[in-house]
T-cell receptor, first 114, second 116 residues
């Protein structure tokens, strides 16, 4: 089955710096989504990019998608300590024959130091 | 967007017992999804719950271990049966917002289960 894989697994930066996380997946997708999870709690949906889009912005977030390389990146600009969390990419399982559930990558643990 | 109330938020249970987790959504949704997140791991889909039909389980998950109820379009429960320490995980429910291709998914706040 398709699965997103993020890199790096862990990222530690200073407040104010930019953080870039990458995600790769294996099969065709309908869309790719990024989620944030604080301290093992529920997930918060950050942004969704469709397969026919190449770039999308939302506040300090910028997501790119390269379907030819089956990869996506999430850029957080001017990071804050409150951005400390785990970030997951997820692909819509529809094309994989599933029922519309999400298939998650392993996540990047981001630590932003004040 | 939909608001999901999931409870309990955490529990510590004895091995051999069962725990039922509830998810209440503030709007009617066709499909609800149940995920498991083992310590330090990503999320894995357990099953998809449609109202009025049996849940569809993913490979590695069976109904006897994780029975699911979906009595109406706003509510679902997941039971973790005959628990062992290996079941210690965070369990999350999720619903699709509008059409997943457009809006994404909303997740409950999770249930942190520790089996001792």
């Amino acid at each position: 089955s398709q699965q997103g894989e993020e890199d790096p697994q862990a990222l530690s930066i200073q407040e104010g710096e930019n953080a870039t996380m990458n995600c790769s997946y294996k099969t065709s997708i309908n869309n790719l989504q990024w989620y944030r999870q604080n301290s093992g709690r529920g997930l918060v949906h950050l942004i969704l990019i469709r397969s026919n889009e190449r770039e999308k912005h939302s506040g300090r977030l910028r997501v790119t998608l390269d379907t030819s390389k089956k990869s996506s990146s999430l850029l957080i600009t001017a990071s804050r300590a409150a951005d400390t969390a785990s970030y997951f990419c997820a692909t819509d399982g529809r094309y994989g024959g599933s029922q519309g559930n999400l298939i998650f990558g392993k996540g990047t643990k981001l630590s932003v130091k004040p | 967007s939909a608001v999901i109330s999931q409870k309990p938020s955490r529990d510590i249970c004895q091995r051999g017992t069962s725990l039922t987790i509830q998810c209440q959504v503030d709007s009617q949704v066709t499909m609800m999804f149940w995920y498991r997140q083992q310590p330090g791991q990503s999320l894995t889909l357990i099953a998809t719950a449609n109202q009025g039909s049996e849940a569809t389980y993913e490979s590695g998950f069976v109904i006897d271990k994780f029975p699911i109820s979906r009595p109406n379009l706003t509510f679902s429960t997941l039971t973790v049966s005959n628990m062992s320490p290996e079941d210690s995980s965070i369990y999350l429910c999720s619903v699709e917002e509008g059409q997943g291709a457009i809006y994404g998914y909303t997740f409950g706040s999770g249930t942190r289960l520790t089996v001792v």
